[in-house]
């Protein structure tokens, strides 16, 4: 009796429509469906071979994830998790972004030095653009008019202007760029750069350089601590970084570009993604297979959550969407 | 609409005009690769690639040049290949006149000779080939560089997984030829460092053929170890070493040359944004990719990444740069590699492996240094007598 009550409210939660994070997992070839309400995963949802970039329409009412090793982007139902159907993707498709337009999909071609450009709506490639060598993070500027690809070889940020399809300009940053950011209203972009420890701050109008922020986790050495993902709060006023390795993350002042904080949470700490008032942060931590809630304002690590084998990407999904 | 446009043009004219100002740069790289003879082994598995280390330079060339397409860097590959009886040295110099950077495969006593040749003055020489301490200590050359670790390096990982496991009862089998005998005298510089020993060691100087009396000969031949926690092989020829796996007296596990092994690279790294590496090399070259590749593709890539932050083409500036402590290459083992000012040998993680998979990466946990983990491995500032890098 009391086993079934229990069912049923496993049931009802369900149901219920509460806000939730999506979490990809690389070496599972599944979603994971975190309630942000119970902090419990709630749904596990077969998708293609190895998922790593995630992320959903403007409306929520659909989910784009990347299935690097199927070679296309999927195209999921969030409610009945079912795949509508496939984007030609360019080969080993790792990391996209979607345009403010929300029809455009920029992707990185991990494999192929490409960012190939599809329009979801005609389910067609509009463009290829050669990039440096491992293409891994995509930025899209608030306006549209930029797109950013980094390379992780190349180690350069490579500026894509949206109405011609083609580059613009190319910037060195330090190795392995993993992740870009427009923040500030599209007149910063930030890139992290994984080996190099670092994380580069352009001034989006010229193109240069303006800071570059260092990390130092106590007792860690330098070497490992390696920013990837990173997320900035409600007013970009704060950013939180991912250092992969170093299983921390890191609380940077987004005016002085100087680290606050460090909170340590699981392990080989990848990306991330906000509930809907930025108040609580969902980690992804590869190989510890699990998510981190932090609690933004105390800045702590409240929970982990378990959930299928190495998280990669996490998306937020709001109510009733 | 149309302001924004506008300022999108402006945006790339500022682009072309005050982007920072990257002048042409064209590197030629000559791969030199003399041709030794291998000694003949009991098994006709496994031959080595036609293209091995070549490969690897390739696969370094095609990332130079992705890169250098956007700062109008170009780079180019010269294969020298010299066959046996043919003047290496002579070909070196021609070489050396045109162009001052080289990847060598080659003997260690023909590198010394090349990089005190008069052409080579001022050179940037990369040692993708040998692992022998000397050439990292009292025979070092300022212009030699090293993206091959030495066999210290090696056999330091994988002493420093028997510290950590508590196998520190050992035996060793090694076989006779040079490579051999120079990978076992690497094993026990590494145990004495690490302050462990050997309890017995053997000569592997059978001449039957192994692939139909393994099971008779070698259970026999480790009778007399006795107890031990592992049996560690010195077989650099692969030789003999596949046959004592599972035919050991004692169940133990084989390391060293065999078994688990310490590699430069293995197919098996796949971590650390190693697989796609894999996966580029795969591709280009139709086979899986070995640590002499990944010891060219450094030297390749090390020179790339050098020129790319630098936008130089000129030896002296790239050998600089190359050696300070802004230089930093991602090699797909999980750190930055540096090179040490000291002896120019690229630091870097030693993947510790058996066939199917990564067993762990050293240096490991625990095995700290004052200045670099990764120095932990191998020759370390205190104890190398190389001063040509004392500059």
């Known amino acids: 009796m009391k086993s079934l009550s229990i069912l049923a409210a496993l049931t009802l939660s369900t149901t219920a429509v509460a806000d939730e994070i999506w979490v990809t997992n690389e070496k599972d070839d599944t979603v994971s469906v975190i309630d942000i309400e119970t902090l419990e995963v709630v749904r596990t949802i077969e998708v293609g071979e190895r998922p790593r970039g995630i ?130 209203e599209g007149s910063e972009l930030w890139v992290s750069a994984e080996i190099g420890g670092t994380i580069s701050v352009f001034d989006v109008e010229t193109q240069e350089e303006k800071a570059k922020i260092d990390f130092e986790v106590q007792g860690v050495h330098p070497d490992r601590v ?52 930025r108040s609580l942060l969902f980690t992804t931590n ?14 702590e690590a409240i929970k982990s959550i378990k959930v299928g084998r190495f998280p990669w990407g996490a998306a937020f999904r709001p109510t009733g969407s | 609409m149309g ?29 030199l690769y003399v041709e030794t003879p291998t000694p003949p082994t009991l098994s006709n598995l496994d031959p080595e690639p036609d293209d091995i280390g070549i490969a690897g330079a390739m696969t370094g060339l095609d990332d130079n040049n992705t890169t250098g397409r956007f700062l109008n860097q170009t780079f180019e590959l010269s294969t020298v290949t010299i ?16 162009s001052p950077y080289m990847v060598m495969d080659a003997p260690p006593d023909v590198q010394l000779v090349i990089a005190d040749l008069t052409e080579a003055e001022g050179a940037v020489l990369f040692n993708a080939s040998a692992g022998d301490l000397s050439l990292r200590d009292d025979q070092c050359r300022g212009n030699l560089l090293h993206t091959k670790p030495s066999d210290v390096m090696r056999t330091d990982a994988l002493t420093q997984f028997f510290v950590q496991k508590r196998w520190d009862s050992l035996v060793m089998i090694a076989g006779t030829y040079p490579e051999d005998q120079a990978y076992a005298e690497a ?30 000969e070698v259970p026999l031949f480790t009778q007399d170890f006795g107890d031990y926690d592992a049996l560690i092989v010195a077989d650099e020829t692969e030789d003999f070493g596949r046959y004592i796996l599972y035919n050991t007296w004692e169940a133990r596990p084989v390391t060293g040359s065999e078994g688990l092994r310490a590699e430069t690279w293995a197919p098996v790294v796949e971590q650390w944004g190693a697989a796609q590496l894999q996966s580029r090399f795969e591709e280009a070259h139709s086979r899986p990719m070995q640590p002499q590749d990944y010891a060219a593709w450094a030297a390749i890539r090390t020179l790339g990444e050098a020129v790319t932050r630098t936008n130089a083409g000129d030896a002296e500036t790239l050998r600089d740069y190359i050696l300070s402590d802004q230089f930093e290459l991602a090699g797909f083992k999980g750190r930055p590699l540096t090179y040490r000012t000291w002896n120019g040998q690229l630091r870097q993680p030693i993947p510790l492996v058996h066939d199917r998979a990564l067993v762990a990466l050293a240096p490991l946990e625990g095995f700290l240094h004052q200045v670099n983990e990764m120095d932990s491995l191998g020759l370390d500032e205190p104890e190398s007598k190389c001063a040509a890098f004392a500059d």
Request: charged share 25%; proline share 4%; hydrophobic share 40%.
């Open chain 1, 55 to 184: 992320t959903f329409s403007k409306d929520h009412s659909v989910l784009y994830v990347c299935a690097s090793d199927s070679d296309t982007v999927q195209v999921i139902d969030p409610e009945s998790g079912e795949i509508l159907h496939e984007l030609p993707s360019g080969e080993d498709p790792e990391q996209f972004v979607l345009h403010p337009d929300d029809r455009r999909l920029y992707i990185a071609n991990e494999d192929d030095a490409i960012t190939t450009v599809v329009d979801t709506e005609t389910r067609k490639v509009i463009a290829q653009i050669d990039v440096g060598v491992e293409p891994e993070g995509m930025a899209v500027s608030p306006d549209g008019k930029i797109a950013i690809t980094t390379s992780e070889t190349t180690n350069m940020a490579h500026w894509i202007d949206t109405e011609t399809e083609s580059l613009f300009a190319n910037t060195l940053v330090d190795s392995r760029p993993r992740h870009a950011e427009f923040i500030k």
């Open chain 1, 226 to 277: 390696q920013p990837v993902g990173f997320e900035m709060t409600a007013g970009d006023t704060h950013a939180f970084v991912a250092l992969g390795p170093s299983n921390h993350v890191a609380i940077v002042n987004a005016e002085t570009y100087e680290v606050e904080d460090y909170i340590l949470v699981g392990r080989r700490v990848w990306h991330m993604d906000f509930n809907a008032n």
């Open chain 1, 286 to 299: 590869g190989v510890s297979g699990d998510v981190t809630v932090i609690d933004v304002e105390k800045r």
């Open chain 2, 3 to 31: 302001g924004k446009f506008k300022h999108i043009a402006g945006v790339i004219a500022l682009a072309g005009l005050v982007g920072p100002a990257f002048a042409d740069v064209s590197l030629n790289i000559t791969y």
């Open chain 2, 83 to 98: 066959a046996e009886g043919e003047d290496a040295i002579a070909a070196a110099r021609t070489a050396l006149t045109a």
């Open chain 2, 187 to 216: 094993v026990r510089r590494s145990l004495t460092k690490f302050g462990l020993t050997l309890g017995a060691e053997k000569e592997w100087a059978f001449d039957a053929d192994m692939r139909r009396n393994a099971a008779q």
